[in-house]
Every structure is written in structure tokens, then in C-alpha cells.
């Protein structure tokens, strides 16, 4: 008793770049916010129009599902620089301390704040955009036992 399950691979394009090309931009964001206390505003402004481009380009190309490995991928990009930047501003001994606790707390909290922004983004974006066509099946084909294949 053996059967085949075939599935039609239907992604529209790879959004890897776009993610790292974020992600980089990301970095840069909290390694200048907190390295200079006095560019917080233009940081955190950068970071809010890089997200929010980021959900529009999610939301268009219907990759909702990348909303959920954004942060992560966020996260590897980012953690040396800003352990490093932690470093750089309070000094090297108490910056190993104050940047452990960002790289593991404080990115908690900046995951959680850029996966609910690029979710609402995207998700906006989509229904604005609406369904689009239909293209196709189901996109899965089941055999049974006695069907020929």
C-alpha cells in the first residue's frame, strides 16, 4: 500500500534579498542607536521607514510568511554589531554586561516590535491589494493506491 503526494511549488520570488538588504539596514539602526544617545530620534526613524518598506514589499509580493523569520534573521545580522556598539559606549567591561542584556532582553523586545509592525504592514498591503487571480488547482495531486501514476 503506497501512495505519491506531488506539490506544485507557487512562490512568486525569492525575498531573501530584500530580508538581508532589511536586516543590514536593521544593524545599522540599533548600532547607531546605541552607540549615540543623541541620534535616538533619526535612528529609530530609519528603522520605522526601513520596516515599513520592507511590509510594503511583503504585502505586494504576497510573502506574508516572511514576517515570522524577519526578526530572526534581524537578529543574526545585528547581535555582534551591537554587542560591539554596547562596548564602544559604556566601555569594555561594563559593555559586555549592558550588550549581553540587549542581544538576549532587549532583542526580545525589538523582535516583538518589528515582527507586529511588519505584520500590520503586510497584512495592510494585502488587503488593499486584494486576492488577485486565481492561478491554477489546488497545487496538490493525491494518488491512491489503485490509481495508475
Do not use: C
Not at 72 to 79: D, G, I, N, R
Not at 97 to 110: A, E, P, Q, R, S
Amino acid at each position: 500500500m503506497s501512495f505519491v503526494v506531488q506539490v506544485r511549488q507557487r512562490a512568486r520570488g525569492n525575498v531573501s534579498v530584500a530580508m538581508v538588504a532589511w536586516a543590514v539596514v536593521m544593524t545599522v539602526v540599533v548600532a547607531a542607536w546605541e552607540i549615540s544617545p543623541s541620534d535616538d530620534g533619526r535612528a529609530v526613524l530609519g528603522g520605522v521607514a526601513a520596516t515599513v518598506l520592507f511590509g510594503v514589499y511583503l504585502g505586494w509580493r504576497r510573502h506574508a510568511a516572511a514576517v515570522f523569520v524577519a526578526p530572526l534573521v534581524s537578529w543574526s545580522f545585528a547581535w555582534l554589531p551591537l554587542w560591539i556598539s554596547a562596548m564602544v559606549r559604556h566601555g569594555f567591561l561594563k559593555g559586555i554586561f549592558v550588550g549581553l542584556f540587549l542581544i538576549t532582553v532587549g532583542w526580545i523586545v525589538i523582535g516583538t516590535l518589528e515582527f507586529v509592525s511588519l505584520g500590520a504592514v503586510t497584512l495592510m498591503v494585502r488587503r488593499v491589494r486584494g486576492r488577485g487571480p486565481h492561478t491554477g488547482g489546488d497545487g496538490v495531486v493525491i494518488f491512491g493506491p489503485g490509481d495508475p501514476h
